[in-house]
Nanobody
Framework: QVQLVESGGGLVQAGGSLRLSCVAS????????MGWFRQTPGTEREFVAG????????YYGDSVKGRFTISRDNAKNTVYLQMNSLTPEDTAVYYC???????????????WGQGTQVTVSS
């Protein structure tokens, strides 16, 4: 119904920046909030950031607050995650998702992208 494709991941040195993009296609008229999550081997998926449909409400996990910025361009069906001051602890596979509301709960999201790897070296 809705397909999400992330891009922008890669290898970056500590202190550097990356911008992730997630392009949605399909029945995007049913989309509401969007979010970013991340996951490392052996851990549960962690909430990173969320944004309302209008973009007026943004929310961040404690570990990234003040460093990451989520935004969206509905005309392009795209959500972004600007990541600054990266540390090795930010290394993970990053996933975008869409759901009815911006929430930290994984189960409340309806569609997920395939993920993009972010690796931060020291």
């Amino acid at each position: 119904q809705v397909q999400l494709v992330e891009s922008g991941g890669g290898l970056v040195q500590a202190g550097g920046s990356l911008r992730l993009s997630c392009v949605a296609s399909g029945r995007t008229s049913s989309m509401n909030a969007m979010g970013w999550f991340r996951q490392t081997p052996g851990t549960e998926r962690e909430f990173v950031a969320g944004i309302s449909w209008s973009g007026g409400g943004t929310y961040y996990g404690d570990s990234v607050k003040g460093r990451f910025t989520i935004s969206r361009d509905n005309a392009k069906n795209t959500v972004y995650l600007q990541m600054n001051s990266l540390t090795p602890e930010d290394t993970a596979v990053y996933y975008c998702a869409t759901g009815r509301v911006a929430t930290i709960r994984v189960e409340r999201y309806d569609y997920w992208g395939q993920g993009t790897q972010v690796t931060v070296s020291s």
